[in-house]
């Protein structure tokens, strides 16, 4: 039989980010495989020695074993699984695109302590893609911002109407109505983009890698600005990062 008190959980995560508390401490947002993202005081970590906080920076993917505090859970063990940072850290589009996916996967979980194994996933999936440079940055960023939206429940249309779902493909596309969409639902102000812009963002959806590489520059630019749109419009503002993502 277990001894282990109910207070202590184990689980392994994504630090999101960290900010400092008193003259030692940091709190530090991880995004759990099993209990969401989860705020908690790692203590002593801001400490010259301390190797306890190398492994409690944003990228890192880590072991944690958490006490359950009042307010705040505390962090008394973590050990690394990988540190994505310093890969990602030494080039400058993939630290960018990997800034807006923490940033994203924090603004996603609003709610603490609510499980979300799919956007972990999706986290991992990203931060290792952009580590190990397995495909442009830009288009890992976007790829994991469409499929993020997907988990929380807003899957653009990139096919039938996004309003009444006559079947496509259409040539408008409406941020507010969330995709393409038919001549009689149109709105006012509805984009008209490139149909080749539309079949890269569902190559990105879909995971088809050699059809979203093959886009040209033109249709990824067009597409991230649809992207970055949408996202803006369902978390009713915009990313402080995804300005400064590096599209060059």
């Not at 530090?28 to 969401?36: D, E, F, K, P």
Request: hydrophobic share 40%; with cysteine.
């Amino acid at each position: 039989m277990s001894t282990t008190p109910k207070s202590l959980y184990r689980d392994e995560g994504v630090v999101l980010r960290t900010q400092k508390l008193g003259e030692a401490d940091r709190i530090v947002t991880v995004l759990t495989r099993r209990h969401g993202k989860v705020r908690a005081v790692a203590k002593g970590v801001r400490r010259t020695k301390s190797k306890f906080g190398a492994r409690l920076e944003p990228f890192s993917h880590v072991d944690l074993q958490f006490y359950t505090g009042r307010n705040l859970d505390i962090v008394n063990q973590a050990e690394s699984i990988r540190a994505y940072g310093e890969p990602i850290a030494a080039d400058y589009p993939a630290y960018t695109a990997g800034t807006a996916v923490l940033e994203t996967a924090d603004r996603l979980t609003a709610e603490e302590k609510e499980p979300s194994l799919r956007l972990f996933l999706l986290v991992i999936g990203a931060l290792r893609s952009l580590a190990e440079q397995a495909h442009p940055a830009g288009l890992v960023l976007d790829a994991f911002l469409l499929r993020a939206m997907s988990v929380a429940g807003w899957e653009p249309a990139l096919g039938d109407c996004a309003r009444c779902g006559e079947q496509g493909p259409h040539r408008h596309f409406s941020v507010p109505a969330g995709g393409t969409v038919c001549p009689p639902c149109r709105p006012t102000g509805s984009a008209m983009p490139n149909p080749l812009t539309i079949e890269h963002l569902d190559a990105l959806l879909t995971g088809d890698w050699d059809r979203a590489e093959a886009s040209l520059g033109p249709q990824c630019r067009e597409g991230s600005g649809l992207v970055a749109a949408l996202l803006q419009w369902h978390l009713e503002r915009g990313l402080r990062s995804l300005s400064l993502v590096d599209r060059s």
